[in-house]
């Protein structure tokens, strides 16, 4: 257990992109990498070069257990079958270990067969984005934790030595809090790829979409840090401009038929969570939807 003055020792399971940059930063900070364990004996050795320390192993074996803490950053589908395998190889060993996984969208539930044996259990997950490319910052960044009380304990300490920020999360849903997640990450992404083939079908340059859009949406982004949803909200719906809605509407009927659904789905959104008048505002919203191109035939 980690305890003051005791020098910490981390095995990773799953030596993937958060597995590498939790590992790395962690032992920057001085503590001891154990085994890091992968599907395959080449993907474990590439990780331990990245995080600079461990043991790399090609399948789960006892070293995992020669650590104080397992973190285990495989993919969500398969942390439980992870930790049912972990649960075999070690037994009554697993009492007095912290087992901490780094899903969004699963909560420390998941790693019950541990938490059978004593292990103490829980999930530690950074809000950020970890592509291919160099790691990410993490310092200031939020940790969504749940678990039991030692297991806690445990991710507040790592997370406050990286210097991120943990969050104590208290939904009954998880997954809801992981959503979040996704609306403001990857659907922004799905959002300005959209928006930036809509202007190359207009005769812009990719180069040139991105360098139109971009300014728009980072000065969106700052007016909503600095002023609030509401204040920065602009455009035809803010205006009560439904006409314009309308020929947008028209317009998006020659793409893909996602686009429109997309756009009349944000267009909903908008009026649920930024109109001071949802009622009223989905109300416009149908009437500029019948005279779409679904609508046109009714
Ligand atoms: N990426 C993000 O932006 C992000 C952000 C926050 C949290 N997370 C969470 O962090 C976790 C890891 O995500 P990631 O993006 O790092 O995934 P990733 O890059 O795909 O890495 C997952 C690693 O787990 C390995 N693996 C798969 N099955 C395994 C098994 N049965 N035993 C041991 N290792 C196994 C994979 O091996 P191979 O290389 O051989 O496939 C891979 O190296 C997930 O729970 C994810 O939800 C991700």
Known sequence: MLTQGMSETLSIVGAGRVGRALGRQLHG????????????LPTARAAVRAIGAGYPAG???????????????????????VAKRLAQIGGEEWCGKVVLHTSGANDSSVLKPLADLGAATGSMHPMQTFGNQRPPELAGRIFGIDGGPIALKAARKMIRQIGGVAVRLSGANKAAYHAAGS??????????????????????????????????????????ESVGPRPAWTGPMARGDYSTVQRHVKALADFPPEYLAAYEALSRLKAVVLSSQPAATLRQLDRAFRSGPKGRNK
């Open 183 to 224: 609306f403001a990450c990857a659907h922004v992404l799905a959002l300005m790829e959209t928006a930036v083939r809509l202007l190359m079908a207009q005769g812009f340059t990719r180069r040139q979409a991105i360098r139109a859009l971009l300014p728009l949406t980072r000065q969106t982004l700052d007016n909503f």
């Open 59 to 81: 399948t789960l074996t006892r070293q995992v257990l020669d650590s104080t803490v397992i973190l285990i950053t495989t993919p969500d589908d398969v942390i439980e079958s």
């Open 29 to 40: 900070l001085g503590w001891r990498i154990g085994a890091v364990t992968g599907r395959s």
